[in-house]
């Protein structure tokens, strides 16, 4: 629980009256301190769908407490290194964060439709100065906190968990000029009572697109949970749970190209059983009310919802998990599968969080000297599993006071 010092006042997190507090600070431009550390951290008050939010500022969350709320591993660490600052850039004067995006929010009659997002090429040309659409929805996983992982968190989280934060975390964000939250869709959770009810406010929401503007095909993004990938009449589909009345279609050219450029997390969501495959996607609606995808990308997730990349790291996610460990997981955002990245943090471990890699088998020469090299320059003490080579090692210990 965070201790947050308001003027001279401390004052607990889960304290009814910190609302008011924030509500009395938020015009005022005054910072509270997170207590975590002496002397205290500077934070900062954001508004977020009429509730007010302590926040940490930007470029800080490693000078926390590793068992503080607010703490975030160093950005090299992960891909928000990449992106941090350029494509993702906080304004704590005003509580918002800009975004930049490498993908379209609306379509041209002579425009093609786009690779899917995440695609890596041998070019030179760099996305790193704007979110693809994997980052963008690695973004939103990282700030409504769904990376982070707390012996607490056993059982709480669903479907209604997972939307309910994530809109949460899109309130404050801007991109191209407009409220992410205002084009955000997320199915609701499926009430066969109020069935008709959720249809009205889906299709409310979704045909503010459904007229061109000047020729121009608006889109939103959509982000769900994958049920089945199916065939149509006319193309193919992708069904989300939840959402039993509207399909998203795709052409033949989007759907080959999706089973070949997300081809490890298909198979990974085929073969490990209780795992979760994640979509966002950008789309349009035309005149018959139909959605049609522009661009993909997917993302496998654990039981508990914590992404993964490879069997090794869930094996390495899942042992934290069972032994009641608490730590992040590495988002890569927009760097591709080449370059490493830290598995997780522990973040229980003392004096420091350890950063855990793995090495996946079969790794060039070049990628096992990137990891070392993540390594020596990092700051945290490491943890470093070469898979296929041996067992996996014992994870990193615990203060003696937590044995």
Known sequence: MAIYQIGGQSIHSDDPALSELLA???????????LCRTP?????????????????????GSGHAPACDSYEPPPELSGLGQVIGSAIQENPDEGTTALKFD?????????????????????VKTD????????????????????????TMAGKRSWYV??????????????????????????????????????????????????PEKGTRRLMLVVGEVKELAQSRYGHKIVLKHLPDCHFMMN?????????????????????????????????????GVASLEEVALMCVTENWIPFESTFEKLALDALTQQ???????????????????????????????????????????????VDELIAESKLPSWKWVAGEAPMPALPALPEQGR
């Open 24 to 34: 009395n600070i938020y015009s005022l431009r005054e910072r509270p301190l997170c």
């Open 40 to 60: 205290g951290i500077e934070m900062y008050v954001a508004k977020v769908d009429e509730k007010y939010l302590i926040k940490r500022m930007p470029n800080s």
């Open 103 to 123: 993908f379209a929010l609306s379509k041209g009659a002579s425009r093609s439709a786009p690779a899917p997002s995440g695609k890596e090429t041998d070019s």
């Open 128 to 151: 790193g100065n704007k979110l693809t659409l994997r980052g963008t929805l690695h973004y939103l996983w990282e700030e409504a906190g769904f990376n982070r992982w707390a012996p």
């Open 162 to 211: 997972i939307r309910k934060y994530l809109l949460q975390a899109a309130e404050d964000k801007t991109a191209k000029g407009a409220s992410l939250a205002g084009m955000l869709y997320m199915p609701e959770s499926f009430n066969a009572e109020k069935k008709n009810e959720i249809t009205q406010r889906r299709l409310a929401q979704m045909m503010r697109i459904a007229t």
């Open 252 to 288: 033949d050219d989007i759907y080959k190209r999706l089973l070949k450029r997300f081809e490890v997390e298909l198979g990974l969501w085929d073969a490990l059983e209780g795992t979760h495959l994640m979509m966002i996607g950008t789309f349009s609606i035309g005149a018959t």
């Open 324 to 370: 009641s460990r608490r730590f992040m997981k590495g988002m890569r955002y927009n760097l591709p599968s080449t370059r490493p990245l830290a598995c997780a943090v522990a973040s229980d471990t003392e004096p420091e969080p350890t950063a855990m890699y793995v090495v996946p088998p079969g790794a060039s020469e070049d990628y096992a000297a990137a």
